[in-house]
């Protein structure tokens, strides 16, 4: 392994290892939802297949993308939680700010762990939708880190 | 007290508005804008006693809206609000006149700790 490889080697274990604290603590803090980590599986393709999904984008010492993804269901109770609103009063746009908002409290904070200078965030995505699917084309190999809510699965897809 | 939130996002208006709820303190009245330039107008309007201020927004962001406000004269504590926690741009923020900062996630705690001085 050459010296820029195991550079970039560390940037993405301290991106990781920010990422997997900061999903615990941004549900914890934001949403009053104490989360567990189950573990990873490498994936094929960055594919963000729920009903809520938050994006972002990494660019700098180490180009990447982070994914959020929930079901309809949780994404709306999150949302609920996080701003106060009763579900029923929770509009499309909030459920879409809300989950961007989530995205980029997780991406911020993992960079920050991380404490990498040079890394950009892209602004936030959300895609909310029955049968939406994202599909995004990564330089890096993709890996799904799952949390549990009580017996609500919460995905995190991660390219870095 | 009279606080105006400035950030592009209505649910972090919402959140930055309910920590402070719950952070116990006593607030008159809380405006929102969802961009710096709306946050100068509404300031040059109401003339709030507190400004908590996102980094990232459209139009004029929060960096750009510490200055202008500043430039004006006015001397209302401004406390950032952001994901961004680099040093850097912590100094030039505080360089260019805001108060504080405020790293987001956060709790009512860090609100009352970091905000504490400015209600009085």
Redesign the interface.
Known sequence: MTEHEQMQEQIRAGLLEGLIQTVIQVFETMAWSRITYQGEQPRKHFVLASQTCGLIGIRGARDGLVGVALDRHLGLEIVSRITGLPVPNIELEDLADGIAELANMICGGMKAKAGIHGLDLTPPLAVIGQDATVHWKTAHPVRELTFMLDRDIIRVLVSI | MRVLIVDD????R??VS?GLRQAGFKIDEILEAGDGQKGLATQAQKKCDLILSDW?MPNMDGLTFVKELRKSGDKTPIVMV?????EGKVAEAVQSGANGHI?????PDTLRSTLGQFFK
């Open positions: 996002s209505s649910v972090m919402k959140i309910r990232n952001t994901t961004e926690g680099g790293k987001k996630p956060f709790t």
